[in-house]
Nanobody
Framework: QVQLVESGGGSVQSGGSLRLTCAAPSLYTHMSYTMAWFRQAPGKEREGVAAIFQDGTTNYADSVKGRFTISQDTAENLLYLQMNDLNPDDTGMYYC?????????????????????WGQGTQVTVTS
């Protein structure tokens, strides 16, 4: 079975920081997967936040560039999202997602329909 588990969400004031963690199954080999973070605010569609490809390069949404950093610990099958200088627009449910290279392509766009494995999400709330 494929199961991703997010943690690290919470409530923080504007300007604060949070670090999210996504634990992937032990069978995951990050060199063969694209891993990503998405978020969804109430009443809004799920949007891509950041992705890290198998070669270690990254892709960020313009709204988070310079503030968020995606990284991974391949040995432990962990994915991270360091979020700094948070603002209320960052509020939402944050999900980690994965796309196997075997599906096709190693640098998929940061869009929901390219990803097939998802976590249950962790809530991030940023207050003014």
């Amino acid at each position: 079975q494929v199961q991703l588990v997010e943690s690290g969400g919470g409530s923080v004031q504007s300007g604060g920081s949070l670090r999210l963690t996504c634990a992937a199954p032990s069978l995951y080999t990050h060199m063969s997967y694209t891993m990503a973070w998405f978020r969804q605010a109430p009443g809004k569609e799920r949007e891509g936040v950041a992705a890290i490809f198998q070669d270690g390069t990254t892709n960020y949404a313009d709204s988070v560039k310079g503030r968020f950093t995606i990284s991974q610990d391949t040995a432990e099958n962990l994915l991270y999202l360091q979020m700094n200088d948070l603002n209320p627009d960052d509020t939402g449910m944050y999900y980690c997602a994965a796309r196997s290279i075997a599906v096709g392509g190693s640098r998929p766009p940061l869009a929901v329909y390219f990803y097939h494995d998802w976590g249950q999400g962790t809530q991030v709330t940023v207050t003014s």
